[in-house]
T-cell receptor, first 114, second 110 residues
């Protein structure tokens, strides 16, 4: 199994630009999570999906952030417009019911907004 | 108040010693407890989980849980330089959400 696949690995963009992060979960896993990691705040849950349905998006910082999961094998996290304070590592993770809490993380996307 | 608290470290231990990593949590309803290891520049990797009070051993790792004190710890016996990493404590409630601590950096010195 290839594990959770994220792209791109690195993204450098200018303030105001749209950023789209992509994730392919492990085949058969039916829960998908987007996390953001910074030195100051650690790992923060942004949103999670179960069976492609968003269950909890209370961690999404503001309306500039949106996430979709059109099918069981693909999810996107979009930031529009991006701001320097969005700079962080964004991780996608998946898990398998009923042990949803055992997360398998992707390699992450290092986002730098200049 | 942070929901999951860890000392950021760094915690330095000599090779071969026992490393003790600690975590406290605020939600008494928490039901599941996890330790993730994260090497610098890499993604978190699950190494231990525990659901019941007491100790759980897996190789050189022992997780300890005390729900009354809202305390969970990870012991690493015979510490090796390859154990040098940041260890993240994560706590789960009844749903599907994990809350992570900010991690403790462990350095195992030769």
């Amino acid at each position: 199994d290839a594990g959770v696949i994220q792209s791109p690995r690195h993204e450098v963009t200018e303030m105001g630009q749209e950023v789209t992060l992509r994730c392919k979960p492990i085949s058969g896993h039916n829960s998908l999570f987007w996390y953001r990691q910074t030195m100051m705040r650690g790992l923060e849950l942004l949103i999670y999906f179960n069976n492609n349905v968003p269950i909890d998006d209370s961690g999404m910082p503001e309306d500039r952030f949106s996430a979709k999961m059109p099918n069981a094998s693909f999810s996107t996290l979009k930031i529009q417009p991006s701001e320097p304070r969005d700079s962080a590592v964004y991780f996608c993770a998946s898990s398998l019911e009923p042990v949803n809490e055992k997360l398998f993380f992707g390699s992450g996307t290092q986002l730098s907004v200049l | 108040q942070k929901e999951v608290e860890q000392n950021s470290g760094p915690l330095s231990v000599p090779e071969g010693a026992i490393a003790s990593l600690n975590c406290t949590y605020s939600d008494r309803g928490s039901q599941s407890f996890f330790w993730y290891r994260q090497y610098s520049g890499k993604s978190p990797e699950l190494i231990m989980f525990i659901y019941s009070n007491g100790d759980k051993e897996d190789g050189r790792f022992t997780a300890q849980l005390n729900k009354a004190s809202q305390y969970v710890s990870l012991l690493i016996r015979d510490s090796q330089p390859s154990d040098s990493a940041t260890y993240l404590c994560a706590v789960g409630g009844g749903g599907n959400k994990l809350t992570f601590g900010t991690g403790t950096q462990l350095k195992v010195e030769l």
